[in-house]
């Protein structure tokens, strides 16, 4: 099963950004530290040989699955994306109906979340809540503590 996640056109050239720079520079810096190691002596007894092949198997781990992402990745053309209803890149205006309060997010791939920035992942509960809901609908959001009810105010592109 491909997990596709849908990333906006900068987010998906950070991912990129951080793919190159795993590949291109710390990859070549792992190898020079086995070498170093290698060049100490015996390696039955050489800790840092034995450390530096442990890092290395870590970022291969973590350049597969950067890669595995980006294969499964697809750009969100975001001057076809709907307004009517709430969806990935959707700017969302809510109002907490408990408080009155509003706030503002934008619903991004997991990868792109960044509460300060007022980017939420829609794999989040807030996220799933609002999925396919209209202005004036009343999203009811299970959250650990309870259950929330944000009002749609309003519904943009980001």
Known sequence: MSNISYYTAEGLKKLKAE???LKDVERPKS??????????????ENAEYDAAKEAQGLLE????????????????????LDTSKVL??????????ANGMEMKYTLVAESEANLKAGK????????????GKKVGDVAEITIPNGTIKFEIMEITRS
Do not use: F, H, M
């Not at 190898?31 to 039955?44: F, N, T, W």
């Not at 950067?66 to 053309?77: G, M, P, Y």
């Open 19 to 21: 793919l190159n720079q």
């Open 31 to 44: 190898s020079q530290a086995i070498a170093e190691a290698r060049d100490k002596g015996d390696l039955s």
């Open 61 to 80: 781990l973590k350049i597969a699955k950067l890669e595995e992402i980006v294969s499964n990745a697809r750009l969100i053309d975001e001057s076809q």
């Open 88 to 97: 990935v890149l959707s700017t969302v205006k809510l109002k907490n109906q």
């Open 120 to 131: 939420i992942s829609v794999s989040s509960p807030i996220g799933k809540g609002l999925l």
